[in-house]
């Protein structure tokens, strides 16, 4: 079967929070220039499903050493040092020999969630021609230096790449 990215990270989302499946939503509020809330988006539940919390807490150790040292997307995380995540990897084959017919490649996936303790955000990356999976956990790992850029500057972490560098100055 076939998911979109943002199916994906509401079922990571599901999963490591025990069961209770929310409508997706890209953010949580909508602001005028000025700072002002004009919208706030509010959770909204759409089913619960009874997952035991041992289950969950297998799920989420198994996901944690996908990002830990001797993952595989352990390269892209290893100078995050502020927060424990959790992700899985994936490589997706379009089609056996594809870059020798099509010059194509693999697609490249990774689905995670931040932070391991109580996650907040469940992210989902494709990247079309990415190859491995741990080619997009850099993605996920910068979409979390965005969302906690004021609890991590609060932390004095410094990202890696200098793109996001000049966000948190």
């Given at each position: 079967?076939?998911?979109t990215?943002?199916?994906?990270?509401?079922?990571?989302?599901?999963?490591?929070?025990?069961?209770?499946?929310?409508?997706?939503?890209?953010?949580?509020?909508?602001?005028?220039?000025?700072?002002?809330?004009?919208?706030?988006?509010?959770?909204?539940?759409?089913?619960?499903?009874?997952?035991?919390?041992?289950?969950?807490?297998?799920?989420?150790?198994?996901?944690?050493?996908v990002?830990?040292?001797?993952?595989?997307?352990?390269?892209?995380?290893?100078?995050f040092?502020?927060?424990?995540?959790?992700?899985?990897t994936?490589?997706?084959?379009?089609?056996?020999?594809?870059?020798?017919?099509l010059?194509?490649?693999d697609?490249?996936?990774?689905v995670?969630?931040?932070?391991?303790?109580?996650?907040?955000?469940?992210?989902?990356v494709?990247?079309?021609?990415?190859?491995?999976?741990?080619?997009?956990?850099?993605?996920?790992k910068?979409?979390?230096?965005?969302?906690?850029?004021?609890?991590?500057?609060?932390?004095?972490?410094?990202?890696?790449?200098?793109?996001?560098?000049?966000?948190?100055?």
């Open positions: 079967d076939n998911f990215p943002m199916q994906m990270a509401g079922y990571i989302a599901t999963l490591v929070n025990g069961g209770t499946r929310y409508k997706a939503h890209l953010t949580d509020k909508i602001m005028d220039a000025e700072g002002n809330v004009i919208q706030q988006i509010k959770p909204e539940v759409l089913s619960k499903a009874n997952f035991s919390q041992a289950n969950v807490d297998d799920i989420k150790e198994g996901m944690r050493g990002t830990g040292d001797e993952g595989t997307a352990a390269q892209a995380f290893q100078n040092t502020v927060m424990s995540t959790g992700g899985k994936g490589t997706a084959t379009f089609k056996q020999d594809s870059e020798k017919y010059g194509r490649t697609y490249s996936w990774f995670g969630f931040a932070p391991y303790d109580k996650p907040e955000i469940s992210v989902s494709v990247i079309f021609d990415g190859g491995y999976g741990a080619n997009a956990a850099p993605v996920a910068a979409v979390y230096e965005a969302y906690f850029m004021d609890q991590f500057k609060k932390q004095n972490y410094v990202p890696d790449e200098p793109y996001m560098q000049e966000l948190y100055k």
